[in-house]
């Protein structure tokens, strides 16, 4: 299984940015999907996530209201649509995943197999 994330860039406070992390793998509907993000000098931590059939998100409180995650089964695609961006936002951005027979969304990163290599997110106030 191997990940591609995209998206990320040099943006202003209060501009929308779209992330979108690519999955190549075998019956991709049965991954649940996870954003974290890794800001300079801190611990990486979880951003959102999507069960493998995209009905149940779960987001860190930081980023409810301005952030959304959807997921396209036809595309091995996930989303990660940023809006309202904060600089406190600023970090490396990465898509993780994991075959599940459930419909749990995961919020600890021990929880996933797989990594993306991460996009970077700066934004300056």
């Known amino acids: 299984v191997q990940l591609q994330a995209s998206g990320g860039g040099l943006v202003q406070a209060g501009d929308s940015l779209r992330l979108s992390c690519t999955i190549s793998a075998r019956d991709f509907r049965t991954y649940a999907v996870g954003w974290f993000r890794q800001a300079p000098g801190k611990d990486r931590e979880f951003v959102a996530a999507t069960s493998r059939s995209g009905f149940s998100t779960l987001y860190t409180d930081s980023v409810k209201g301005r952030f959304t995650i959807s997921r396209d089964n036809a595309k091995n695609t996930v989303y990660l649509q940023m809006n309202s961006l904060k600089p406190e936002d600023t970090a490396v951005y990465y898509c993780?995943?994991?075959?599940?027979?459930?419909?749990?969304?995961?919020?600890?990163?021990?929880?996933?197999?797989?990594w993306g290599q991460g996009t970077l997110v700066t934004v300056s106030s």
């Open positions: 993780a995943t994991r075959q599940t027979s459930t419909v749990t969304t995961y919020m600890r990163a021990d929880e996933y197999n797989y």
